[in-house]
């Protein structure tokens, strides 16, 4: 069975600094992995998927993230956050067809 | 709007009461799924339908029951509330490996 493992609780950064959360996976096979977030008193919302291709899945507001079979790894990345992108971020990868999440990073931006 | 819609918004219970969470989406997706969201540990699931008539335990079913009243309605019960049963609930449909989430519902349980 796959488990996610996010390794920040939470991050505090400036406006304009670069943003990156880790994500592991176990392995088991076949790999769907997301990211979410969830803006402050909202429901999730997906920022990005990979399912397969191009290992550089670009999402919306300018998120990316790295899928790396090699580390298991799919962290997430933005070059420039801002005092918007203040949420909790999780990670989620399907797992025997239903969706298993991290538990999540909070990241605050200061402005 | 096509999405998931989620009854009620927020709730509070004492302790050894009874109610019912609703979840209805209108995307015709055969999957549904309840979590319930606590701080620090993300979102964990109690229970899941993957097609109309079928249901199964996730991670956290215990004090839970659920009901799969046809393709758009997948409800969850709470038969005798505890305090630690308080949380945020989130009602999710997926088909294809396109998830969407309802809003959630804030249940407070004293």
């Known amino acids: 069975a796959q488990s996610v493992s996010q390794h920040n609780h939470h991050v505090i950064l400036s406006e304009a600094a670069s943003l990156e959360l880790g994500c592991n996976y176990s392995?088991?096979?076949?790999?769907?992995l997301f990211w979410y977030v969830q803006y402050p008193g909202q429901h999730l919302q997906l920022l990005l998927k990979y399912f397969s291709g191009d290992p550089l899945v670009k999402g919306i507001k300018g998120f990316e993230a790295e899928f790396i079979k090699s580390k298991f790894s799919f962290n997430l990345r933005k070059p420039s956050v801002q005092w918007s992108d203040t949420a909790e971020y999780f990670c989620?990868?399907?797992?025997?067809?239903?969706?298993?999440f991290g538990a999540g990073t909070t990241v605050t931006v200061r402005a | 709007n096509a999405g998931v819609t989620q009854t009620p918004k927020f709730q509070v219970l004492k302790t050894g009461q009874s109610m019912t969470l609703q979840c209805a989406q209108d995307?015709?997706?055969?999957?549904m799924y309840w979590y319930r969201q606590d701080p620090g540990m993300g979102l964990r699931l109690i229970y899941y339908?993957?097609?109309?008539?079928?249901?199964d335990k996730g991670e956290v079913p215990n004090g839970y029951n659920v009901s799969r009243l046809n393709k758009r309605e997948f409800s969850l019960r709470l038969e005798s509330a505890a305090p630690s049963q308080t949380s945020v609930y989130f009602c999710a449909s997926s088909e294809g490996g396109g998830y969407t989430f309802g809003s959630g519902t804030r249940l407070t349980v004293v």
């Open positions: 989620a990868v399907i797992n025997d067809y239903k969706l298993s």
């Open positions: 339908s993957a097609s109309e008539g079928t249901t």
């Open positions: 392995y088991g096979g076949t790999v769907n």
């Open positions: 995307m015709n997706h055969n999957s």
